[in-house]
């Protein structure tokens, strides 16, 4: 950083040294400095469990487009599947020391789906997100996704050529669901309102049956109460029902 040189009261040839303003530092302390913490799937032996932000960030841009494409009516399903994305950019992530360079890449690592496999016989493999919590003091937490990375390295140690300075630039994004509105049923009352998902190019029942049941093999009753045939046909963009947990049929028996 370089300080400031002024002159002081007009006099030729008397200057002082301003003294910069110091970044704000992200602390040590949980909950204070901002962060990135793995979720789901958890940590593997070894493996970080979070990245600290050397310094807060500067700039945080959220935003969100309604999709268009896909979506060529007026109901309801029409409208879930425009829902889209809720994305979220960090401009400016400052690492720093020693572990600058293994920070980036656990960031990188966290960028590509991670492979999970189901069943009794864990024969059945799928990829899915890692999930993701950014934290920062008691304003912000979300549960995140990381769709990019970009590290910029702008300092090496001399003896070495380690990193111990780099500009990260990331772009998070989270997802959306909504709740069906109550369907009556003239004689019963009718069930209680059910949620719906769109599937992303990363997610498939077994994912989706894991996340909110808490275990794959409840893909059958999604696939019952959505009417669907062949789980492995399912595509992208498609508006999937969640029975609720408790619901009469359902077969889930509340969440595990």
Excluded at 7 to 22: D, I, L, Y
Excluded at 83 to 100: F, H, K, P
Excluded at 127 to 132: D, E, F, G, K, N
């Amino acid at each position: 950083m370089t300080a400031d040189l002024s002159a002081v009261g007009g006099q030729a040839g008397k200057w002082v040294r301003a003294t910069p303003t110091p970044p704000k530092l992200a602390t040590g302390a949980p909950g204070i400095g901002a962060s990135l913490r793995k979720l789901e799937p958890p940590p593997r032996l070894g493996e970080p469990a979070e990245v600290k932000f050397a310094i807060n960030p500067e700039r945080i841009t959220v935003s969100h487009t309604l999709r268009t494409e896909g979506a060529t009516g007026t109901t309801f399903e029409d409208q879930i599947k425009s829902l889209g994305y809720i994305e979220i950019s960090i401009d400016r992530v400052l690492m720093l020391g020693a572990s600058t360079q293994s920070d980036c890449d656990t960031l990188i690592s966290w960028s590509a789906p991670s492979s999970v496999t189901i069943g009794v016989s864990k024969q059945q493999k799928y990829a899915r997100p890692v999930l993701l919590q950014f934290m920062w003091g008691t304003g912000l937490n979300w549960e995140v996704y990381l769709r990019q990375v970009t590290a910029n390295y702008l300092r090496f140690a001399d003896q070495t050529g380690m990193p111990i300075r780099a500009e990260v630039r990331l772009n998070l994004y989270r997802t959306l669901t909504t709740k069906m509105p109550p369907r009556q049923n003239p004689t019963s009352g009718g069930p209680p309102g059910r949620s719906a998902h769109v599937l992303d190019s990363s997610e498939c029942l077994a994912s989706l049956a894991e996340t909110n049941y808490g275990r794959p093999g409840a893909w059958r009753r999604i696939a019952q109460a959505n009417s669907i045939d062949d789980p492995l046909r399912v595509r992208p963009g498609t508006v999937v029902y969640l029975p609720e947990a408790g619901d009469p049929g359902s077969g889930l028996g509340g969440r595990p």
